[in-house]
C-alpha cells in the first residue's frame, strides 16, 4: 500500500508538469530582447546625431532671447546689427527718471547718467549662450533650450554716483539713521537710552528698478519706499566686558587730515546681573531710558578736557602786505595760501612748504610772475609764493615751532625785514618746519584786501612767549630766537644767518 501511494504521488506530480509549459519563459524572453536592442540602438542614434549637430551648430540656439525679443538662429552679423540698431546711448539721452520719495519729486534726467550699452559684451553672453567645449554638457544644453527657453538682458553701465546722489536728494528730507543703545556714563551711574527706530529707503529695489528701465528704453517712476528700519541689536556680553573694563585716557588722531578727540571711557563697575535686568525694564520704560547705580572710576585725561583745549590759544600770527602786486602775482599768493589755511599738524608732525602748495602748473592755477634768478628778477611760474612762505616763517618762529630747512633769497625782498625771508624752489629748496609743542597745531591763512595773514593755534599752558632778535654784520643778518615761560627765559636760539646779493644792473642803467 506504501508503495503504490508512492507511485500515484509521483504521477501526480509529473502531471501537473506538464500542465506548465517548462520553456515558455525562455522564449518570450528571447522575443523581447531583440526588440529592445533595437530601440537603444536607435536611441543612441538618434542622440549621436543630436549631439554631432548641436556640437557643430554655429548659429544661436533655439529659444534664445533678449528680453522678449527671440534672437534664435541669428547669425553673428545679423545679431551685432540687431544690437547696433536697438541698443544706442542717443535713444535715451532725452529721457527721464521720476524720483518719487513719499511726495517728493525729483526728475533725474537719463543723461546724466551716461548711460553705455555694451552690444559686444551681450553678443558675446548670447552666442556662447549653453556652448561649452565639453561634448555632453553642449548636446545636453541644446537638448534643454526646446524645453526652457534662455532670456538675456542687455549690458549696460551708468554713472552710480549719479543714481545714489538723486536717490540721496529725493529721501533726505524722510530718512533718519537708527539708533542703537546709547550709554552715557555719569559720576556715580550709568544713564541707558533704548534703541531707536530710523527710516531708511529701500535702494537696492530702486536700483533694480532704474536699470530694468534702462535695459528696456522704457522709463517711467521709480518710488523709492521708506520703511521702518531697525539698529543692529545689542552685543550684552560684548557691552558688559567694554562697560567693566579699564578706564582709558581720551587722545587726538588724525584721520585725512583732520585731528579728532579720541573718546575717553570710565571704568565701571556694576554686577552682571543689574545690567541685564536693567536692559529688561528698558524694554517697557515710557521714556526710553534707565538708570543704573554703580562705582565709577574717571580715565586721568578726559575727551572733554582735550576737546576744551584743542586750538584754545594763539601760538602766534604775523602779517605782510602784497597790496602792490600784479594780478598774477597776486594770485599765486592767495593760491598758495589757500591751500595751506587749515593745515592741521600732531605733535612731531612735520610741515613741508614745497608738498603743501603743489607742482607750480597753469593745470594747478598758478600764473607766471616775476620771480628772483641769481641777481637778477625774470618772469616764471607761480611768482609770488615765496611771500607766503616768508610770512608763515616768521609766524612758525614766533609759535616756538622746530625749523628743520629755511633758506633766505638771492636778494633783498621788499615785504619783510632782511634775514626773516624764505624761499623755495621746487623739489630743491623748502621750508619745513615741526610741532614741537605737546599738542596739536592747526595753520589759518588769509589773503584779503591785499594783507596777507598766518596764524597758528595750539595749546600754551606754560604761557610761552617768543622775541625776535636781528642783527647785522658784514652784510650778514642774524636772528636770534629769545623764548621765555611764565616770563622766565628758558631758551636762546640762533637761527639761519642770511647774505644777499647786489641786483644786476639794466643795460641802460649808469
Not at 84 to 97: G, L, M, N, Q, W
Not at 153 to 161: H, L, Q, R
Not at 322 to 340: E, P, T
Request: net charge negative; glycine share 4%.
Amino acid at each position: 500500500m506504501p508503495s503504490t501511494k508512492t507511485a500515484r504521488g509521483s504521477a501526480s506530480n509529473n502531471k501537473n508538469k506538464k500542465a506548465v509549459p517548462k520553456h515558455a519563459p525562455q522564449k518570450q524572453k528571447g522575443h523581447m530582447l531583440p526588440a529592445l536592442l533595437c530601440v537603444a540602438a536607435v536611441v543612441v542614434a538618434i542622440f549621436i546625431f543630436t549631439a554631432v549637430y548641436a556640437n557643430n551648430y554655429s548659429k544661436i540656439y533655439p529659444n534664445t532671447y533678449i528680453l522678449d525679443t527671440n534672437v534664435s538662429d541669428m547669425s553673428e552679423a545679423d545679431l551685432n546689427q540687431y544690437l547696433s540698431e536697438t541698443y544706442t546711448s542717443d535713444k535715451v539721452k532725452d529721457a527721464s527718471i521720476l524720483l518719487n520719495c513719499d511726495g517728493t519729486d525729483l526728475l533725474l534726467n537719463v543723461s546724466s547718467l551716461n548711460v553705455q550699452y555694451d552690444n559686444q559684451a551681450t553678443a558675446d553672453k548670447v552666442i556662447t549662450s549653453g556652448k561649452d567645449s565639453n561634448f555632453i554638457l553642449n548636446t545636453v544644453a541644446f537638448l534643454t533650450r526646446f524645453f526652457k527657453p534662455a532670456v538675456y538682458e542687455p549690458v549696460i553701465s551708468y554713472d552710480t554716483n549719479v543714481l545714489a546722489d538723486a536717490f540721496n536728494k529725493v529721501t533726505s528730507e524722510h530718512e533718519t539713521e537708527p539708533v542703537g543703545h546709547t550709554f552715557i556714563i555719569g559720576e556715580n551711574k550709568v544713564t541707558v537710552i533704548g534703541p531707536v527706530n530710523g527710516l531708511k529707503a529701500d535702494r537696492q529695489a530702486a536700483i533694480k528698478e532704474a536699470e530694468k528701465q534702462i535695459k528696456t528704453m522704457l522709463f517711467s517712476s521709480i518710488d523709492l519706499v521708506v520703511k521702518s528700519t531697525e539698529p543692529d541689536p545689542l552685543n550684552f556680553d560684548v557691552f558688559y566686558n567694554w562697560l567693566t573694563s579699564d578706564a582709558e585716557n581720551s587722545y587726538y588722531e588724525k584721520t585725512d587730515g583732520k585731528i579728532t578727540v579720541h573718546p575717553s571711557k570710565a571704568r565701571v563697575e556694576v554686577d552682571r546681573k543689574v545690567v541685564k535686568n536693567a536692559l529688561e525694564e528698558l524694554k517697557t520704560s515710557e521714556t526710553n531710558t534707565i538708570d543704573i547705580d554703580a562705582i565709577i572710576t574717571q580715565p586721568e585725561t578726559t575727551s572733554q578736557h582735550l576737546s576744551d583745549i584743542l586750538y584754545s590759544n594763539q601760538l602766534s600770527t604775523y602779517s605782510t602786505n602784497f597790496g602792490g602786486s600784479s594780478a598774477a602775482r597776486a594770485n599765486n599768493v592767495k593760491l598758495a595760501a589757500s591751500r595751506i589755511n587749515g593745515t592741521e599738524l600732531m605733535p612731531d608732525e612735520e610741515f613741508s612748504y614745497d608738498k603743501t602748495i603743489l607742482s607750480r602748473t597753469s593745470k594747478n592755477g598758478y600764473m607766471a610772475a616775476p620771480v628772483y634768478v641769481g641777481n637778477k628778477v625774470e618772469s616764471g611760474m607761480g611768482g609770488g609764493i615765496c611771500q607766503p612762505s616768508s610770512t608763515l616763517y616768521v609766524a612758525a618762529l614766533y609759535a616756538n615751532l622746530e625749523i628743520l630747512e629755511r633758506h633766505n633769497h638771492s636778494l633783498k625782498v621788499s615785504y619783510l625785514p632782511p634775514g626773516l625771508d624764505a624761499t623755495i624752489a621746487e623739489g630743491v629748496l623748502d621750508l619745513r618746519f615741526k610741532n614741537s609743542s605737546a599738542y596739536p597745531i592747526k595753520i589759518n591763512a588769509s589773503a584779503d584786501n591785499g594783507v596777507l595773514t598766518f596764524t597758528i593755534m595750539g595749546y600754551n599752558p606754560n604761557n610761552v612767549k617768543v622775541e625776535i632778535n636781528r642783527s647785522s654784520k658784514n652784510d650778514v643778518y642774524y636772528v636770534t630766537r629769545v623764548v621765555y615761560e611764565n616770563g622766565t627765559e628758558i631758551k636762546r636760539e640762533a637761527m639761519t644767518s642770511s647774505k644777499y646779493g647786489v641786483p644786476e644792473k639794466k643795460e641802460n642803467e649808469n
